[in-house]
């Protein structure tokens, strides 16, 4: 990779470069094939599982109800971003690829940070749909009905593709200052930013989408669980208060999930912490895969009616014999 970093002055203004060039897992480039195995056994869980929610979410009626409906679209957002993210990660494992054209760059970013939005935008839906669950039990069906849901979807579509479609146009046509080696093993809006020279068109409007998604969605789901639990510790026996509570805890750990090392990630890049890039490496690979593979195990969990559902249509029915 050293040569990489040499390949163009620091201080030459270009229009972007046809190729960038991602880093991969450090200490691996010598036996790249062999990581290739866990990447490809992460996605085929985290397409079947997300597929399981998806496919029983569908066919069963009683499952027709808000709480299930934002449950398939994060399955969507799931099967979306890990998809998006395999040409690159499997490239690097399979042929230690390092160079990707600017074209293909800019259509991962786009698709990484839609279906991520999304993933946000959907978990905050749901936070959202609990809350008014909880706080608002009598007014809950007149409150989410199905056109209020439908506006819900027409917004987290505007969140995830309008404001995010201008992005790649924007940063196709910065001027670059800098040697075009990326800091991750995927291609991501903040680190092709970073390789603009100062005071690039669009930066601003840049930053807005990400801040208007990534730094408004948890202020607003934390929010939503403070409400729930002021009103948790209202209610008059534990037993009440327990059953509550089970209704949130796989969001709740999905929340976690997604947003503890996206918020780790930023505060090492913002403060600069010297910490090794293999850890920095696997913490953007926690963020990025570990959701798609472990919310569909969460929700098959925590949620009685996903499992008894699930359960009961992998069970071989009886055929009965006429007499």
């Not at 978990?123 to 199905?146: E, F, Q």
């Not at 809006?189 to 020279?197: F, G, T």
């Not at 669009?202 to 990534?214: P, Q, T």
């Not at 992998?314 to 009965?320: A, D, F, S």
Request: charge should be positive; charged fraction near 10%; proline fraction near 8%.
């Amino acid at each position: 990779m050293s040569a990489f970093l040499t390949h163009s002055a620091p201080n030459t203004s270009t229009l972007m470069a046809p190729t960038f060039l991602l880093v991969g897992l450090p200490g691996l480039s010598a036996v790249p094939s062999w990581w290739a195995i866990p990447l490809i056994t992460i996605y085929l869980l985290s397409a079947l599982g997300n597929g399981a929610i998806l496919w029983i979410i569908a066919l069963e009626p009683t499952l027709h109800r808000p709480m299930y409906f934002f449950l398939f679209l994060l399955s969507v957002s799931d099967v979306g971003l890990a998809t998006a993210l395999m040409p690159t990660l499997l490239g690097l494992a399979f042929a230690n690829t390092h160079a990707v054209s600017a074209s293909a760059c800019l259509l991962q970013m786009f698709f990484v940070h839609v279906f991520s939005v999304m993933e946000s935008s959907v978990l905050l839906a749901m936070a959202l749909d609990r809350a008014l669950a909880i706080c608002r039990p009598l007014h809950y069906p007149t409150l989410l009905t199905n056109g209020v849901i439908s506006k819900i979807c027409v917004a987290i579509a505007f969140r995830c593709l309008g404001l995010h479609l201008p992005l790649p146009f924007l940063l196709a046509h910065m001027p670059y200052c800098r040697p075009q080696v990326l800091t991750h093993s995927y291609c991501l809006h903040p680190d092709m930013a970073r390789l603009s020279c100062p005071g690039g068109g669009g930066v601003v409007y840049s930053l807005f989408v990400v801040l208007s998604a990534m730094g408004l969605d948890p202020l607003l789901i934390f929010f939503s669980y403070g409400l729930i639990g002021r009103v948790l510790q209202g209610l008059g026996s534990r037993e009440d208060r327990w059953k509550a509570g089970q209704t949130c805890a796989a969001h709740l750990s999905a929340v976690l999930l997604f947003y503890v090392p996206m918020v780790l990630l930023a505060l090492i890049d913002r403060l600069r912490m010297p910490i090794p890039q293999p850890a920095h490496t696997l913490l953007s690979y926690v963020h990025f895969l570990l959701p798609p593979l472990v919310n569909p195990i969460l929700y098959s969990v925590k949620m009685k009616e996903i499992r008894e559902r699930i359960h009961k249509r992998l069970q071989p029915r009886k055929v009965g014999c006429a007499q």
